[in-house]
């Protein structure tokens, strides 16, 4: 047995949300005294996401139209038994992946896409504004947007812009409008380009611009491709259809293993299984892995932070670098931010989940070694996971334990073969 299918029905009917089953509160979201941020957030996010972001709610019925599209772009994703992989380790431990790569635009972020897409159409937005940092979150809401009927206007790390022109081309040809930021579009963009012509931008003043963009115009909305609550409601599709397919197979997870940028793959692969752990239902390790070089959960402090750089976002409590940091410029756009979120966050300082930061040529090696034995290149975020999934495997191998550990694999990575080439040419630093 190779791959775990389900059927077009069994896309789910209902986002599962978390907060209705932790047993500690969640911090939440305040701002400063002499901003306006949560006054800002009616001015920028629809209503309907709103509602989600502050909901209780245990389960959130997911539109027939979000959930048309879900199997229009292939949900239920496939889980499939990494073989191969386990054959070459030699290790008796079962390893799974779940394949968020088969999405058209290549990762999980269409899951939320589509849904922020919906509502912001359904509040009356003619176009919607956001960040990207390698792109992947532009290219997901551009889809959306084309497939939802709005214009998107997409602000990308100028760093990534540069380093990955294919991916402007794959926005543009979903009709998404694009800007290196920093750009001269916003007023902070300008500021930032005043100071440093030649700034590489990070997620943080991306954020920012695409904020102001959508501030001062109530038929604009900001999506956001990570970090809040209501974009890792959303992304739990992922463990809920996981969660289906591993019952099928009378199979439960010891590990489960995702990278974290912002942390939404890794949220809505996990938190579905957090809540029979909580409950005492499942011993299960879950592991957040990210960037030696942006390692906010592993090396970030707990505390109030802004989510952007220019201090527009409410405060959340999260862990985080600081939102001036400015990462350097790795292979992995999209894993260079400053903060977290907030409820990945929470966990790890609870202890229900671990914090786990990996080098980069490890993590490249990782994924040459997978893209051998499985046949996937994966996104190099992915990558992170697959690097700690293989460390899992081969503790197993050392102990003899039969472990089953679950893999997300948030992308593909036909796209970022830049960093592969840096790789293979030993031009990439550890
Ligand atoms: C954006 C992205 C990530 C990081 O974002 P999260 O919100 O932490 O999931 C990871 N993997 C891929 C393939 C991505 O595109």
Redesign the pocket.
Known sequence: MYKVTLSEKDVPKKWYNIVADLPMEVPAPSQTDEGKQLENLPNIFSKYVLEQEMSTERWIEIPKEVRKFYQKIGRPSPLFRATGLEDYLDTPAKIFYKR??TSPT????LNTAIAQAYYAKKAGAERVTTET??G??GS?LSLACSLIGLKCTVYMVRVSFDQKPYRKTIMQLYNGEINASPSDKTAFGRKILAENPKHPGTLGIAISEAVEDALNDDKVFYTL???LNH??LH?TVIGLETKKQLESIDETPDVMV???????????AIFPFVKDKIDGDLDCKFIAVEPKACPSLTQGEYKYDYGDTEGLTPLMKMYTLGHNFVPPSIH????R?HG??PL?ALLVNEGLVEGRSVQQTDVFKSGQIFANKEGII?????S?AIKVGIDEALKCKKTGEEKTIVIN?????LLDLQGYEDFLEGNLED
């Open positions: 968020e790569d290549g990762s999980h972020k940092g390698a992947q979150w997901a491709g990570s970090v974009v890792l992304q995702a990278c974290v940028g912002g942390g939404s793959n890794f949220g809505g992995t756009g999209g894993l931010y977290s979120s990945v994966p996104a190099p975020e992915s992170h694999l948030s992308g593909h990575g």
